[in-house]
């Protein structure tokens, strides 16, 4: 008999989701198109291997049974993938990168979009989000991220540095007055990120040199921060490129500065050698390397004043 990998590999999908709507999700496919696709596997087989249930499928006994051998016939797959992406082809083909937010935004759509017109043969996506992409799974080719990567089995390379810092408008110092260090920020209003974002670094540090300023806001993006703050509403802590890019924004010295901010490439090691990854690689690290002043901002005078002041 036959078989059709898209179809064994529909089955897999909706195995590790357990419903019709999620299998599609994570295929970029319908629910009509999947729920088709397996009923039409499932009469080549003549066998299911899902029970219909309402909260959604699961597994018979033949399918539990075929379930590892689909494993190994999707890591095989995805091998080939690889390989056939990673073959020499210069600066021809397709290089998706995922990242974040404003960097996304702000740092790498210049830079890519500075490489892909220098080279009308490549064809570049870039998707800003805050999924985690499996690159075993060539979900993307690239991924920038902040830290170390959770993935086994990946290429990581640190191509930049950035600092964050604290920043108000002219506005809210107009209203509460400039914030002291060492008085925990009493009085002053602060937009953090929303809870579900864990533990992020710049954060901890703002909690440490502020316990007793007032939450207005949780957020789950800087943008919404940059917002709020310009509104004159709040105070935030900014990535400095954006910060110092408003001209109504003040950066507050409040003690020892927040400890700049590794951003890290993770890749597969099958495209190491790919000429068109390694080309956009240099390219990027040569970009960052040229924006080092804006993302690493040297303090300016009367920052350095108060953290003298603040370590005595």
Request: hydrophobic share 45%.
């Amino acid at each position: 008999m036959a078989l059709d990998w898209d179809d064994l590999k529909i089955a897999l999908a909706i195995a590790r989701s357990g419903t019709l709507s999620a299998a599609a999700r994570a295929l970029g496919s319908t629910q009509p198109t999947v729920s088709r696709r397996l009923d039409a596997l499932e009469q080549r087989l003549g066998a299911q291997l899902f029970e219909r249930e309402a909260t959604g499928l699961r597994l018979t006994a033949l399918g539990d049974a075929l379930l590892a051998g689909l494993a190994q016939m999707e890591t095989g797959a995805l091998a080939v993938e690889r390989q056939i992406a990673a073959r020499d082809t210069g600066l021809h083909g397709e290089i998706v990168v995922t990242s974040l937010d404003w960097l996304g935004d702000e740092v790498l759509a210049p830079m890519l979009a500075r490489f892909g017109a220098q080279h009308p043969g490549l064809t570049i996506e870039l998707i800003n989000d805050g999924k985690v992409y499996n690159l075993a799974r060539r979900e993307a080719d690239l991924a920038f991220r902040f830290g170390p990567f959770t993935q086994e089995n990946l290429i990581e390379r640190r191509v930049g540095e950035v600092q964050y810092a604290l920043y108000a408008s002219d506005a809210y110092l107009a209203r509460h007055g400039q914030p002291q260090a060492g008085d925990g920020l009493r009085g002053h209003q602060l937009v953090l990120l929303d809870r579900a974002a864990g533990d992020v670094p710049h954060e901890a540090w703002l909690s440490a040199m502020a316990p007793h300023a007032n939450i207005a806001l949780h957020a789950n993006g800087l943008r919404a921060h940059l917002a709020a703050t310009h509104s004159g509403a709040t105070m935030a802590v900014l990535p400095c490129l954006l910060g110092e890019r408003e001209p109504t924004l003040r950066r507050i010295p409040l003690g020892p500065p927040q400890p700049p901010r590794s951003v890290r490439v993770g890749y597969h090691p099958d495209l190491r050698d790919t000429p068109r990854i390694r080309a956009l690689l240099d390219f990027v690290v040569a970009g960052f390397g040229e924006m080092a002043g804006e993302l690493m901002p040297a303090p300016s005078c009367e920052t350095e004043n108060v953290i003298d002041e603040y370590e005595k």
